[in-house]
């Protein structure tokens, strides 16, 4: 079963909806940019129901290159992960 597209879930939203395709993208347009200022501003965007976006810091820490065996030093870092609301969890799996 192959994923679907950015548009295929642009369509089937508008249809579920009864929106037109143009108000849907433009509503995940400014979801998605609220959810990258909230997290860069606060530190995390909640979406009910759905699961939180947060903004992590990585120490730095000694990894291994799997070709050589060698070890190397990963510089501290911040990222950005999902966790998924228990919902969520208990729905799909």
């Known amino acids: 079963m192959a994923k679907m597209t950015k548009a295929q879930i642009m369509s089937a939203l508008a249809e579920k909806t009864g929106l037109a395709k143009k108000e849907v993208v433009a509503f995940m347009d400014t979801l998605t940019e609220m959810a990258y200022s909230e997290v860069k501003k606060n530190g995390e965007f909640v979406l ?32 950005a992960k999902f966790r998924l609301a228990k919902a969520v969890k208990e729905a799909v799996l």
């Open 48 to 79: 009910p129901g759905f699961g939180k976006l947060v903004k992590m810091h990585r120490k730095a820490r000694v990894g291994i290159n799997p070709a050589t065996g060698e070890k190397i030093n990963i510089a501290a870092k911040t990222v």
